[in-house]
């Protein structure tokens, strides 16, 4: 079960412009084989699917928690598409005015025709997201080195996008997901390393850049944003209840 | 963003027998077209993209409290597959001895090579859950048709199964599914009715039988549970702490 | 078995210029998941799934009269595609003059790769038609609750294309496919409303706005083209005879 | 534009049993790559899209002729796939006695959860027909090749469909479609042959072996029926009123 | 098995320009139906599952040869596309530059994405190459109809997009393949006649132009390259060695 | 450019009984996410799409030999694949015997109706492989990490298919790929040791069995197999003449 707050993981600035093509390229981000979906349905599965919950409990608890933390992620990548599409058109009342008219040349026809100028699960080709991105080999090792792997690909892929649009809305969002992702493949990274004794640290980063030449991530880390594990999974009701919820978010990962 | 609580809907009883074949089927309420990831992310997509939340709250609010319930509906039933799943074969350490053979005449045979015996978003023929199911067209009066379509779709195939199936542990499942989707399929009518003052009472319900006939979910309405709307989104975290978790789970639908 | 006839459903103005994307966008028309390819082939199985014929006859009928018009309505769109299409390139014998160069830039390469300038089954993304777009579920009621929604879907889709493309070609085609369209919508409702006691006529029109806001389909509508429902099925080849044929194409529906 | 006439192209035996396995197979000569509807769609869209209809006259008729018998074909095997799976299961008013047990081990799923034991657009394998095996170049030699090498593949199928299945419903459908295919295969070849001069008979038959070896064909082309070019398009309506059906229907072939 | 030697088939000149949609474009010519992933493995499958090797032995050598050839192919479309890609963008070390800034117009956002702008098994829409391109039927007749068709229907696309880009790169890849392909399609024509005594001949060429109007082909052919037939399957070791390689490659076809 | 050697990698034994089950398993492993069309198709990628050859030999090198390698491995599992379907059915020449009625009830209907019972570029499920399957992302640390995962994810799919099928023909095959996937794995994790420092060792093996178990596989480690680096690419014409086919083909891996 869920609980949803109704609260987006950062704030986005405006766009400086309504840019559909932008909004197009971002939704690589969302429905992509390494968009948010992937990532959020990947370890959902997992978790669902998680077998030896008592012997192997910290490995499941870090599954499930990344899990939760990634809803908020499609949330946000969702909003941001949704700012740039924003007054890409202006729709009125008489359609013999041709309101839509320049979404006849943009890259993704979809977000004009299907879905009123907001976000959908389909990546930055209109290709639908598909269930066969999921990986639940119910191998814990297999699982996390999949998960690893997932999260660089997903980082290379937002570093891609950042690299492409440079709008303050991408950016801001481009620049929370490279933190949280950071975090993500650190995790994954040590539970590899509990389970085996094999350290990967010698990987990082992957690809070989620096979450510190993004100005948005950049101040994010500086507030300590890639130093928290967020516990958003796992509790039961009463620790819900008697923990306070600033407690409850901010764990510090050790 | 979400908070995850380990907890399932419901209990479910162990199965009778393993069955991979009554899994394979339960795949379709899982990953088909009207399956759980469906109504999951429908409501889930369509209430990212909803604008206009000031003015028609009561409609976002409606979208986003089932959008969370649905969470848990996948989860149950991912439960329910593995269940039927679990020893259906005899895993060992010694692979000369074919511990899997049984699986080679199963209808699926991702849940044996892919999954570890476990689900997947795929639908009763292997068929991954594709985004091109998701539906959000930014007009609130055809979303709220798709879903009251979507859910009395939903409604035949939990039927189906139903009637397919008698394995205690899919029936308890399907028999919680076709009260809460009930309960939706009531919601959905009724926003239908607030925003146009059509009233489609009488085109209940569809399919043509009613949920008394099943006893799983007749003994659940018996406890009311498809009067009961739960309030699982759109809180703020304050309310969240000032609210008794009973409260906030059992709002009475009104 | 068919008889088809040379005859397109209405004249088309030529465009005043050629438009590739035009036509691109237009394929959503044609084989999107609302288009045209849909309510042929969705009423089309649905009649002949049908089971009970003799008892629900005016059902049957329904259906498959509708089944039988759809055809000339992918014809319609193919129609506007290729007159969009025309000219858009100049081909001769040759290549070395790079005759397609044009086309480079076009959102749709398909069009002048695989078709030669012409229309295909495929959306305004290029996603091929495919028969999971078709609901054939042995139950008349929820047929109907889909073929339903499947039109109101449609008609939002044929309303964004309109607003997105000022060419008469296209114009003449999508009012006279909001006015067909609409009937069928009706035809659709008044059959729940005949099997249930439903009236749904308080949910008219989806989307909000009226088809005499389109010149084109107003036009038609003075016509009285909105108030006739074709007959072209369901007659034994005796009948087809005895009829004249203005007698079949037009009969009031009631 | 269409008629509809509500006859199927020849009766079909009741099955001796239903066989929702035999039934699942049939279906590739529905929505296979090498099905029916691909015979429909393939000429159907060359029909809309041929250019130069003046001069090239007999070629513009013959696919659309063609295309209009075709739609008989899917009819024909919706009816076959109908009767075999008619009885498969004992459906009454009682959900808990499992009415559809048996369908849990069938091959294809969706006839019974999704389409309510009937046919469907879809292949063997669950697969559904999609637009990318609609093959329309705009350049009539290599449309007319195409076709020719599509009806050979058809062939294939429904030799191999006949070779699986021993039901009588099952063959007296193949057997048709054996003998109307050849009449198309031969129909092919012959306008390649006025087009460029190239005899192609020499390669018949593809794949090696005569309609004579399959009783339910050889029947029909005792009476006659494989020298037959049905005309089922291109008439205006003024010819269709004055010619009698009869003649409408079977003119001979050159 | 293969041996692999790191030699492209041809050298082509550096592009003009870059253009990442003259790239998209040649994606056909690599992943869609009609490119070279098509051919390669239609005719590996064909080889592997050949039966009757030692009575058909000549059909089976013509097959493997060319399969053996059409690797070469991929590479060299994969060549043209990389030359073409490479130079679109100014990649560095400091993404606030936006180095990808020209890519989000293009129309393969895969390629900036995903691939580090570089060749996919995808077409020119993005669509990803796919299985059920391969047609290998058991049948050697119909086989070779299938790629004799395949072939032509690769030779239009070929022709098309040479018409669309006028890259010399571009243009030195495509008159390479027409010369190739030629081959290809003569070698097919006189295996069918070989088996059926059947003349093709006169349908060519499919499409109707010469491979002399393309002056890139036209070059290759004045050398020859169309009278060659390459042996690059099918010899034991021993005789790879005791051959010179001159010899293996050219033998000129019967 | 490729030359063809007419000799599959190992022999096979003939196998106790035909079974078409056990075939359609073992196409997971040609054509699914993890089979042997990905690795060959990945690498082959890879290496097409390799920027700084020059300065990065011996990645290159790396990954073209074992591209090259992968193509003996589609070969094997196609040879194992028609092994199994040979004999499964009674093909003569009279169709009324019903000679495929054993088909009827298998899981892999393409097997009988598209590929006269061989191989075919599709899954266990029957999903065709595709492009999207291939991960070349111009980032050479990325791509490594992910070959890495792939061959892990392969070796967990070829020991549940060894688990399943207890036939000699399969697992001699198994036996063989388990072997050589082992030096691909070791491969690529000194690949990224010498690349990044990172030391992958003690995350052997995954899945957490070792070759040893499996008798086909011990067997050929006895005989060296798993210490030898095949070179089947990257060599000049005249460096293959200059060696002997011995030594190019076991150069040990160092």
New interface residues.
């Given amino acids: 079960?869920?609980?949803?707050?109704?609260?987006?993981?950062i704030d986005l600035p405006q766009p400086k412009n309504p840019?559909p093509?932008?909004a197009?390229?971002i939704q690589?981000l969302m429905?992509?084989?390494f968009g948010e979906?992937s990532t959020l349905?990947n370890y959902?599965?997992q978790s669902?699917?998680f077998?030896g919950r008592d012997k192997l409990r910290p490995f499941y608890d870090l599954i499930?928690n990344i899990?939760?933390e990634e809803?908020?992620h499609?949330?946000l990548v969702?909003?941001a598409i949704?700012l740039l599409l924003t007054g890409t058109t202006k729709?009125g009342?008489?359609?013999?005015t041709?309101?839509?008219?320049s979404?006849?040349?943009a890259?993704?026809?979809?977000h004009?025709?299907?879905?009123?100028?907001?976000?959908?699960?389909?990546d930055?080709?209109?290709?639908?997201?598909?269930?066969?991105y999921?990986?639940?080999?119910?191998?814990l090792?297999?699982d996390l080195?999949?998960n690893f792997?997932l999260e660089?690909?997903a980082r290379?892929?937002k570093?891609?996008?950042?690299?492409?649009?440079?709008d303050p809305t991408a950016r801001a969002m481009v620049g929370y997901l490279l933190v949280r992702g950071g975090v993500h493949i650190v995790a994954y990274a040590r539970a590899?390393e509990k389970l085996?004794?094999?350290?990967?640290?010698?990987?990082f980063p992957?690809?070989?850049?620096s979450n510190k030449?993004?100005?948005e991530a950049r101040k994010l880390e500086e507030q300590g944003l890639h130093q928290i594990m967020f516990r958003?999974?796992?509790?039961?009701?009463d620790k819900?209840?008697k923990f306070?919820?600033d407690r409850?978010q901010k764990t510090v990962l050790n």
């Fill in positions: 079960m869920i609980l949803r707050i109704d609260k987006i993981a840019s093509n932008s197009a390229a690589e429905g992509g084989r979906m349905m959902t599965f669902f699917n077998r499930s899990a939760a809803y908020s499609i949330e969702a909003y949704n729709r009342t008489d359609p013999t041709t309101p839509l008219a979404s006849v040349d890259r993704n026809a979809y004009f025709i299907a879905s009123g100028q907001s976000a959908l699960p389909i930055s080709m209109g290709k639908p997201w598909d269930g066969s999921v990986f639940s080999s119910g191998n090792k297999l080195l999949h792997f660089c690909g290379a892929n570093i891609r996008v950042y690299e492409m649009v440079d590899l085996t004794g094999a350290d990967l640290k010698k990987l992957i690809p070989d850049i030449k993004f100005p958003l999974a796992q509790m039961t009701i819900w209840l306070g919820m409850i």
